[in-house]
Every structure is written in structure tokens, then in C-alpha cells.
């Protein structure tokens, strides 16, 4: 039987102010994430990014810009990070039973417990000179 590789993709939502927009979960450690998910059968990377963001928070985005690639050697799975925009200017709300919260927060002030990982991906979508699209994903280190 072959196992279909796992792909993921979540979006980095800006608002006005530049804040981001995190969603905290109801589950493992509670922790602030981009919205996104795993993908399903016959979707590709985008529409799981638009899917998730939808199921989480309500929000109907367009898909502008994709800014990194991650792989997850301990579950064998790439991450597709992208630029979304708030095609309606929505205020999120929690839509899912796997979201306690969510908000828009500066990079420099991101909420706590949030992932290495997590931030990471912040960081290399809103540099307008990254170079490199793909990476590879350690164990994620928690700031708690």
C-alpha cells in the first residue's frame, strides 16, 4: 500500500498596521499558529491555504505570493507558506472548534506559546529580500 506524502499550507495574513494574524489552538500546548492545515485529496497547496484560513477563521483570502517551502522530516511532510489577502476586509473569528482565539499581533510582540517554526515563517515571508524558499525543519523549540 502506498502512503501518500503529507503536504500542509498555511497563509501569513497582514492587516493595515502590518500586524499578523494568529490563531491559538485548543489543543497540545495551546500555542499561537498561522492559519493553515493539512491538505486533503485532490487539493492543491493553495486552496488547502484557503480552505484552513476559511474553516478557522471566516475569512475569504486571495492567494498572492508563495514565500516558503518547509519540510518535516519527523512527520514527512512539506509546508507551503503564502501571502494571503483579506479579499473582503473581514475581522476574523474563531469559526472551528480547534480555535480558542485569534488576532493580529506585530512581529515584534508575537503572543505566547508560539513555535520557532512558527516565527520563522513570519520572518521569511515579510522579507521582501529572501533568497531561499526552501527549508528544513528541526524539532520545534517553544518560547513560552
Known sequence: MIVPKLTGAAA????????ILLVKHSYGKNNWELPGGKGE???SAEETAQ??????VGLEVSIEELTGVYYEAVHDMH???FIADNVNHQVPQ???????ECGFYS???LPKPISDFT??????????DRKQLFHTVGPRQWFE
Do not use: M
Not at 501569513?12 to 500586524?19: A, E, N, Q, R
Not at 480552505?51 to 478557522?56: A, L, P
Not at 474563531?94 to 480558542?100: D, K, L, M, R, W
Open 79 to 81: 509546508h507551503f507558506v
Open 12 to 19: 501569513v495574513i497582514v492587516d493595515s498596521d502590518g500586524k
Open 51 to 56: 480552505r484552513e484560513v476559511f474553516e478557522e
Open 107 to 109: 512581529k515584534d510582540e
Open 41 to 43: 485529496d485532490n487539493e
Open 119 to 128: 516565527c520563522n515563517r513570519i520572518e521569511h515571508a515579510l522579507n521582501p
Open 94 to 100: 474563531p469559526t472551528s472548534p480547534e480555535i480558542v
